[in-house]
């Protein structure tokens, strides 16, 4: 059986680096970009089962590159990381059909988060 996919977008290589590892050691398979430029620039034709992408991205933000990825017909369950969000990004997460996960990334909290979206969603796809 296939590992599930995971489309993960983060500007800090730190961060970029240790998440991909983790969920690799979690049994995922991650196509990992440090920029939305650099994911929109090759990573298209991606099928993920969730996507995972920092809000605070560099040009375009994590919702915007949401936005353009669904424009593209990519319609897998989204995750978007930040550090604290204000209420008025809380909303725009739900409203966007995304789910919010907080940084720091504590123990197994963005696991567990990808598990439930992939679980919650047909095939890991937003219905």
């Known amino acids: 059986m296939p590992q ?3 489309l993960l977008v983060d500007d800090d290589p730190a961060v970029l680096a240790a998440i991909t590892f983790a969920l690799e050691i ?6 990992a970009y440090d920029s939305a430029a650099a994911l929109l620039a090759g990573g298209q034709d991606i099928l993920p089962a969730c996507i995972v992408l920092d809000h605070r991205l560099p040009g375009i933000d994590g919702l915007e590159l949401l936005a353009q ?3 593209h017909g990519l319609g897998a369950a989204a995750i978007i990381i930040t550090s604290n969000p204000s209420q008025n990004l809380r909303r725009r997460v739900r409203e966007a059909g995304a789910r919010l996960v907080e940084k720091p990334l504590l123990c ?3 696991v567990a988060a990808i598990r439930r979206v992939i679980m919650d969603e047909p095939n890991g796809r937003d219905a």
């Not at 979690?26 to 196509?31: K, M, N, T």
């Open 26 to 31: 979690e049994g995922f398979d991650v196509a």
């Open 4 to 6: 599930p996919r995971i």
């Open 69 to 71: 990825l669904r424009g």
């Open 108 to 110: 197994d909290e963005l």
